[in-house]
T-cell receptor, first 114, second 115 residues
Framework: DTEVTQTPKHLVMGMTNKKSLKCEQH?????MYWYKQKAKKPPELMFV???????INESVPSRFSPECPNSSLLNLHLHALQPEDSALYLC?????????????FGPGTRLTVL | AQKVTQAQTEISVVEKEDVTLDCVYE???????LFWYKQPPSGELVFLIR??????QNEISGRYSWNFQKSTSSFNFTITASQVVDSAVYFC????????????FGPGTSLSVIP
């Protein structure tokens, strides 16, 4: 299985809502990533988990809260978002080794904040 | 600091034409890795190739070929006999040994192949 799955595909939420994005992979990868991508821009790294521990937080606002319950699952909890947080949220996974880890991406969740 | 530049924002070609997407990178690290990803309109990024800084051999995979030149810090991507299915945004990316979890993406080149 060489697939990264993400749910939901689309999400519309209000600024006071709490929602979660989910990501799953069964490739045995021990590194998982969250990216945010605005239209016509490259992906921007948000968080990296390595062996289920948060290894990188790119100064992301606390209204985004990542969680890695096990080696196959990655969640992104959303609370009190702003309209400018509307974007495509991409999950990726890779092996953990020194350097050159090609990442495998999911199809993304397209988030709209009203 | 690392940087990836893709000077071509948008390219349009007619089907069956060859097209080259340019990528120029900057890093002071001696060990680094270069990637190309494809993002079709569906949104999912698809990994195409990885190259490490010690391997300057060019690579060909079907209609795709890559030209890595350390002397000019370039890693260009050529599609031969383009097809409509090649229409996508293509990202060149870089990671370095000292922070291998972080991939620096270029701004992307949007390729449209017209039938």
């Amino acid at each position: 299985d060489t697939e990264v799955t993400q749910t939901p595909k689309h999400l519309v939420m209000g600024m006071t809502n709490k929602k979660s994005l989910k990501c799953e992979q069964h490739m045995g990868h021990r590194a998982m990533y969250w990216y945010k991508q605005k239209a016509k821009k490259p992906p921007e790294l948000m968080f990296v988990y390595s062996y289920e521990k948060l290894s990188i937080n790119e100064s992301v606002p606390s209204r985004f809260s990542p969680e890695c319950p096990n080696s196959s699952l990655l969640n992104l909890h959303l609370h009190a978002l702003q309209p400018e947080d509307s974007a495509l949220y991409l999950c990726a996974s890779s092996q953990v080794r020194t350097g050159g880890n090609e990442q495998f991406f999911g199809p993304g969740t397209r988030l709209t904040v009203l | 600091a690392q940087k990836v530049t893709q000077a071509q924002t948008e390219i349009s070609v007619v089907e069956k034409e060859d097209v080259t997407l340019d990528c120029v990178y900057e890093t002071r690290d001696t060990t680094y890795y270069l990637f190309w990803y494809k993002q079709p309109p569906s949104g999912e990024l698809v990994f195409l190739i990885r190259r490490n800084s010690f391997d300057e051999q060019n690579e060909i995979s079907g209609r795709y070929s890559w030209n890595f030149q350390k002397s000019t810090s370039s890693f260009n991507f050529t599609i031969t006999a383009s097809q409509v299915v090649d229409s996508a945004v293509y990202f060149c990316a870089l990671s370095v040994e000292t922070s291998y979890d972080k991939v620096i993406f270029g701004p992307g080149t949007s390729l449209s192949v017209i039938p």
